[in-house]
């Protein structure tokens, strides 16, 4: 069982840049990946960006150049640094964990909310 617990979000104004951090524990061992997806008011919850154990590294089009996934092995942390904000980035974002056994449902934090005003 892994327990996740978002921090970092909160209300800013278009341009300016939040990051997002993950902390994971308990059985954290079996990581296969870890990454964000972004839910909007009123729509569905979306792919944001992920990273692997080894560090690869995968995200959406609306994330590539503003956005950056990184990890602190040690700290079993993930971070979302996310620059140039704007309003459709309004949301909350969730962090996930994917262990090596694909076949089971990943974990989810409880999310955080971001809010970009234009």
């Known amino acids: 069982q892994v327990q996740l617990v978002e921090s970092g979000g909160g209300s800013v104004q278009a341009g300016e840049s939040l990051r997002l951090s993950c902390e994971a524990s308990?059985?954290?061992?079996?990581?296969?990946?870890m990454g964000w997806y972004h839910q909007a008011p009123g729509e569905e919850r979306d792919f944001v960006a992920s990273i692997t154990r080894a560090g690869a590294t995968n995200y959406a089009d609306p994330a590539k150049g503003r956005f950056t996934i990184s990890v602190d092995a040690a700290k079993n942390t993930i971070y979302l640094q996310m620059n140039d904000l704007k309003s459709e980035d309004t949301g909350v974002y969730y962090c996930y964990y994917q262990s090596i056994r694909i076949t089971d449902p990943p974990s989810w934090g409880q999310g955080t909310q971001v809010t970009v005003s234009s």
């Open positions: 308990g059985s954290t061992s079996k990581l296969n990946h």
